[in-house]
């Protein structure tokens, strides 16, 4: 494939003082010498961050190998931020693309330009650098204080304000109806024979909901491994010691009343829940629910249980992950018999049989059923009709601008850190963080939704697909349905299909 030449112009609002889109153009002409070229043009759209429609194509034209050289008017028209910019030339140095700014002589073909360019990715490497250390140092300083460090609260507990060392901050206040199911659950595992299976069918039955659904496996662990329930006393204190957590109070102060806060170590990569060796152990503010002994002896019975590693890649059916139970809306999983057929099974009914399931359905006669359907489908675009573009969906719309809502949020921020002292100046960074995070989560919904729907391109590759379906590999006949389906809900003798074009 040859590759060709792009040029990109941006322009946020018109003004008298402003160069037009056009003449941009016009300018990044020259730099070309009469060559061919193609064009790509945001206008409305702030530089502060890549969330641009024909910039987004732009990229994506890149990944495909379709450009060879990318030319500006200037710098800030392709981006205000050096991160963005830094991770864009990233990608450029990946796929062999020139960059050339037309009016700042900014040429990455030239031996000056790399290096340019190598002090901006430098720079920008610093600043990431920076930010995480500070974000780092702070975390830490809060954490060592007994501040709650954000999130949902624990299940039993809510939050109050409280003033501690002069600092707003929140404490965890028990819930009483919450409260008795935290103390049933570890008064019924605390038994030898009783598992986390047994818990979830207890609460099932009583018709319990934890935050409106019902219990489930995973919930019970987790619950079990926090600390936050324990009414910690010296026990507890040489219980972790003993493990090497590094533990911030003094023994004395471990009174048996008070619960405590387990936070992620320092350098540590191993996950706090499995491994307690170098976690940070702190007194919290809050009194516990569970008493030491009773803790204690849960906790030491959760060291000899193995773990199901999550999220495995599907092997038994190409339906994996889009495949729901029609009555509870629970996965279904593809399971083995004896007799080497596949049949689907309800993962609420595996858990806790408190779903009727969907029967006995065979895996392979659920697979031929929407491969059919997916070919019925297909006939009724011969073209892409379903396709449109990024700027158009009301979706990308909403967010783009809860986007530029949080930078503005950003913005106020950082201007209030003149004049702050190093409290406020602390809290203020982490505020930031967290905003800057809420962001990034929201740009990444967007691109997700330009990956979610089928391009031409893409097309014709399902369409081989499904032509070929017995030759097809395993990941074809994913990628296809991924293309085509949202979820598919299977009760016993229906199927619905919920398609996404």
Known sequence: ??????????????????????????????????????????????????????????????????????????????????????????????????????????????????????ICIV?????????????????????????????????????????IQGIHTKRLVEVPEQAVNVRKIFELYEKPESS???????????????YGKDLIRPMVAQLL????????????????????????????????????????GRDVKEDKNKNLKGQLLVIAPHEGLICAEQWLNCRIKLFGNTTIKANRRAVNTWLAGKIKCGHCGYALMSIKSRSGRQYLRCTKRLNNKSCTGCGKTYTADIELYVYLQMVRKLREYQTPLGYSQMNLHPQVK????????LEQEIICLVDSLTGAGETLSNYINKKVEEIDQIRQNKMNEILTLADAAATPAQLERIVASLTNWEQA??????????????????RKGSIEITWKI
């Open 473 to 490: 590999s395993f990941q074809e006949k994913q990628f296809a349905l991924d293309k085509f389906v949202n979820y598919i809900k299977i």
């Open 123 to 163: 720079f920008a490497q610093l600043e990431r650098e920076t930010i995480q250390k500070r974000v780092s140092d702070s975390y830490y300083s809060r954490s060592q204080k007994g501040f709650r460090m954000g999130g949902r609260p624990p299940y039993g507990f809510e939050l109050e304000e409280i003033m």
């Open 398 to 405: 909403r967010l783009t601008e809860e986007v530029d809502e």
């Open 1 to 118: 494939m040859e590759r060709i030449s792009a040029i990109y112009a941006r322009q946020s609002v018109d003004k008298p003082d402003s160069i037009s889109i056009e003449s941009q153009i016009e300018f990044c002409k020259y730099e070309l010498k009469g060559g061919s070229f193609k064009e790509y043009k945001d206008k409305g759209y702030s530089g502060k961050n890549t969330v641009r429609p024909q910039l987004q194509q732009l990229l994506a034209d890149i990944r495909k190998g379709e450009i060879s050289k990318v030319i500006v008017y200037k710098l800030d028209r392709i981006s205000r931020s050096i991160l963005d910019f830094s991770n864009m030339m990233e990608l450029f140095q990946e796929y062999q693309v020139e960059f050339v700014s037309s009016t700042e002589k900014f040429d990455t073909s030239t031996p000056m330009g790399r290096a340019m360019l190598n």
């Open 196 to 210: 986390y299976g047994d818990i979830t069918r207890y609460f099932s039955e009583k018709g319990v909901l934890f």
């Open 225 to 264: 491994r926090n600390p936050v329930y324990v009414r910690a006393d010296k026990e507890i204190y040489r219980f972790f010691k003993s493990q090497g957590t590094v533990i911030v109070n003094e023994e004395a102060e471990f009174d048996g009343i008070h619960g405590c806060y387990l936070y992620q």
